[in-house]
């Protein structure tokens, strides 16, 4: 069993960042990939990014390439989501999974956190 708690999350203004962090406990989290989602209000919940369990891998959304990072700290079983530029359609409860294999898609993730909510105002 492996649990997740996100944080970092918050009111910010167009252009401005927060970095989420998502810690882990229970059994390593190493061996995971991981994940970051969103969901927005009246949305379905969407990828944003993904990290190998080495972290030497990264994928991203098309919306989000080039303004959020996603990177881990394997000896503070620990993830992160850097995002710089944030814009209002950004504005959403974010939430961090892990996962056995390297995957987009919501369903393939086993662990989820309770989410962290990003505001973003115009």
């Known amino acids: 069993q492996v649990q997740l708690v996100e944080s970092g999350g918050g009111v910010v203004e167009a252009g401005g960042a927060l970095r989420l962090s998502c810690a882990a406990s229970?059994?390593?989290?190493?061996?995971?990939?991981m994940g970051w989602f969103r969901q927005g209000p009246g949305k379905e919940r969407e990828f944003v990014a993904r990290?190998?369990?080495?972290?030497?891998?990264?994928n991203y959304a098309d919306f989000v390439k080039g303004r959020f990072t996603i990177s881990r700290d394997n000896a503070k079983d620990t993830v992160y989501l850097q995002m710089n530029s944030l814009q209002p359609e950004d504005t959403a409860v974010y939430y961090c999974?892990?996962?056995?294999?390297?995957?987009?898609?919501?369903?393939?993730?086993?662990?989820w956190g309770q989410g962290t909510q990003v505001t973003v105002s115009s």
């Open positions: 229970g059994r390593t989290v190493s061996s995971y990939a």
């Open positions: 990290v190998s369990s080495t972290g030497s891998r990264t």
């Open positions: 999974a892990a996962t056995t294999r390297l995957e987009e898609r919501p369903e393939k993730y086993v662990y």
